[in-house]
């Protein structure tokens, strides 16, 4: 292969550069003495522990995390069970519901967010906790399916067939060999849900009503009123987490195909 | 073979037909099994043997027909209430699942106590000749293809199935290995006396291996027999043409005829045709040495080519037959089969 000329190495760089920067200046200023990411005073985990007497961000922690868990375990289900009918089963209308399938990952958010809030106003559900866990589950339930189709397009049949050929039904079938082939699929779309639900801000931002706010919410709240270090810290664990999940998620969805 | 006249037939098709929305997969077949016997489905990919096989193991509805085990109705039946066990062509062991567990997967799912189902599983891998100690706590992923076949082989043995259902099982094989196992399923056949339906695409497997084949094309049986009467007496133009080579022409009655070209005999221009056999003039067009034996393509003056085999111990050594060599080519008329129009 050709050495690419030392133009194309600069323009990497500027990329790469323009894209990361911010988010390193933001992970220092979080150790950062100084309330100015200007100025580097020393290193401090100061703006950690100040997170723990702020209530009000352990509220939204806690609102966040009980919103990701629950909405992601029940996004797993249903879209786990999504790929196995569009996969395994033959019936009318299958190749419509694959295509509406990937209608809420390429749909805009604040479509995403202004229909549901709609929804829900139509209907007269109280927003709170409970809107922002369905909604979450509607835009997850797309990614957990998608992610197990593909494990099960790339598994085949055979597995499947030679289980039912030894003697066992559906059920035993899909627990002892069907699930155990598709784990790490099931598990990459249920830490991708995690992260998808854990950071979003738009679709929660219109759902979430008063008085129900998660992680994300409270940051951009709190930036209206000024940026202070304690933001960088609550980013910079958000970033930890996701990232994460996000590497776990790639790996397991890599491995298991020979 | 046991050909008992009381019992019904271990498996029995009856005008079974199958098709995938506008392509005919199966199409009105009907076909018996001894029990006992080594059973082939054989023919080109495409044909249908493999649905037929796969509507057998209840993977497939047939959409008309019945299928009969034992002379009991299956076709209503799911794959895991049907008592047959299949060898797949991928093998389809469960990764997730040591060398062992897979052979007590049918064995657990039949709730068997676990000192019997232990006990079965290592004679089952005895008998494939993997030694279980060995093998038994190993992964699938560990295990070289010929051996990745015995387990799976195992896996179907140890439920002691009436009938054991093969979906061309040596097509991942080498040619060394593949007539091992052959010799090592033919022997098992015998030994346990398991009726075996075997698919297969490779006609010299079918014929080394079958109490009877089937030969099918375009999702019909052309010809159920022996190994020897559908290679020594095929009855339409495309059994003579699939298994083996086989020379097609005009007979003098006006009806295709098919003669084989180990029995035709290439004689030099002029010299005397042996009584009783039909003959044909012509020219050596080419020659193609095969080691064991010597190809002679002879042009008719009909245009039509007509294929001569000259083994290697006689023929080719008795006389050095060149390109352009005026000659005759003659056979036994018992040698010569009129097919039916197909």
């Known amino acids: ?258 | 073979m046991s050909q008992d006249a009381t019992l019904p037939p271990a498996v029995r098709f009856v005008r079974v037909r199958k098709s995938f929305g506008q392509t005919v997969a199966v199409d009105g077949v009907s076909f018996d099994v001894a029990a006992g016997e080594f059973f082939s489905l054989l023919g080109p990919s495409g044909c249908g043997k493999t649905t037929t096989l796969r509507m057998l193991a209840g993977f497939e509805r047939p959409d008309a027909g019945e299928i009969l085990l034992n002379g009991e109705r299956i076709d209503g039946l799911p794959p895991w209430e049907r008592p047959l066990a299949m060898v797949f062509q991928s093998y389809a062991l469960f990764p997730h699942l040591s060398v062992a567990r897979n052979v007590a997967f049918g064995l657990e799912r039949r709730k068997l106590p676990r000192a019997e189902i232990d006990d079965r599983v290592r004679s089952a891998l005895e008998l494939v000749r993997l030694d279980p100690s060995t093998f038994g706590s190993r992964s699938p992923r560990q295990l070289s293809g010929g051996q990745r076949q015995r387990v799976a082989l195992a896996r179907a043995l140890v439920l002691e199935p009436p009938v054991l259902l093969l979906d061309e099982p040596l097509g991942a094989l080498d040619r060394k290995l593949r007539k091992e196992m052959q010799a090592e399923l033919r022997a098992l056949n015998r030994k346990l006396g398991t009726t075996f339906v075997y698919v297969t695409h490779d006609q010299e497997e079918a014929l080394a291996m079958s109490d009877r084949v089937a030969v099918m094309a375009e999702a019909r049986i052309e010809q159920v027999g022996t190994p020897e009467d559908v290679y020594e007496r095929p009855r339409t133009a495309f059994v003579a043409g699939f298994l083996g080579e086989t020379n097609i022409f005009e007979g003098d009655a006006g009806r295709s005829v098919a003669v084989r070209p180990e029995r035709v005999r290439l004689l030099g221009s002029g010299s005397a045709v042996p009584s009783g056999f039909s003959s044909r003039p012509g020219e050596i067009r080419d020659l193609v040495y095969l080691g064991d034996r010597e190809h002679a393509i002879v042009g008719l003056g009909s245009g039509a080519d007509f294929r001569v085999d000259l083994r290697n111990t006689d023929q080719v050594g008795g006389r050095a037959w060149k390109r352009g060599d005026a000659v005759i080519v003659a056979w036994r008329p018992d040698d010569a089969h009129p097919l039916e129009d197909g």
């Not at chain 1, 500027?14 to 200023?29: E, F, K, N, R």
């Not at chain 1, 950062?32 to 939204?60: K, V």
């Open chain 1, 1 to 258: 292969m050709r050495r690419p000329p030392w133009w194309v190495g600069g323009i990497t760089a500027v990329a790469l550069g323009l894209l990361h920067l911010p988010i390193a200046v933001l992970i220092a200023s979080s150790f950062n003495r100084s309330r100015f990411a200007m100025r580097w005073d020393g290193f401090t985990l100061d703006w950690y522990f100040r997170l723990l007497e702020r209530g009000d961000i352990l509220d939204a922690l806690r609102a966040s995390l009980v919103v990701a868990l629950v909405s992601t375990a029940l996004a797993t289900v249903f879209g786990t069970l999504i790929a196995l009918a569009l996969a395994r089963h033959a019936f009318s209308g299958r190749r419509v519901y694959q295509g509406l399938l990937y209608l809420p990952i390429v749909t805009p958010e604040i479509v995403m967010g202004i229909s549901l809030l709609v929804l829900f106003a139509t209907a007269g559900v109280t927003l709170g906790l409970g809107t922002i866990t369905i909604a979450h589950v509607a835009f997850n339930i797309s990614f957990v399916a998608v992610v197990v189709l593909a494990r099960l397009h790339g598994m085949g049949r055979d597995l499947e067939e030679a289980a039912m050929d030894l003697g066992a039904g559906p059920l035993t079938t899909f627990f002892r060999v069907t699930l155990p082939q598709i784990l790490p699929g099931v598990v990459a779309g249920a830490l991708l849900a995690f992260t998808m639900s854990f950071d979003d801000f738009v679709i929660t931002f219109f759902v979430a009503g008063v008085g129900s706010t998660t992680l994300p919410l409270l940051v951009y709240s709190m930036v209206r009123r000024g940026v202070e270090p304690t933001i960088n810290a609550i980013s910079t664990i958000i970033l930890v987490v996701t990232t994460i999940a996000i590497l776990v998620a790639y790996r397991l969805r890599e491995e298991g195909f020979e």
